[in-house]
């Protein structure tokens, strides 16, 4: 036998789960778009390559940022003694 608090729970539990459901599928659907987007735009700069080398032009090289790189300084720590009580 089930009692109602037992079914309003199942009935939260359904609604919370569909909710979730619906916001990974929308996560997953911006993802696939990111993806397309990367690969429309490699495809088009292989393309702009490929056309390059077919009339004979020198292909250009493009170097990948490079981040820059943080130096981590020395922190000189003081030691302060402790004073002697009476």
């Known amino acids: 036998m089930t009692t109602s608090y037992r079914l309003e729970a199942q009935k939260r539990l359904k609604a919370e789960k569909k909710i979730l459901r ?5 996560a997953q659907k ?3 778009e990111l993806e397309e ?3 429309v ?5 292989i393309a702009r390559k ?4 077919s009339k004979g032009l020198p292909v250009e090289e493009i170097q990948p940022k490079k981040k820059p790189v943080k130096r981590q300084s020395k922190k000189v720590s003081k030691k302060v003694k402790a004073k002697k009580s009476k």
């Open 30 to 32: 911006e993802q696939r």
């Open 22 to 26: 619906e916001a990974e599928a929308v």
């Open 50 to 53: 490929m056309e390059r080398i």
């Open 37 to 39: 987007k990367k690969r």
């Open 41 to 45: 735009a490699n495809e088009e700069r």
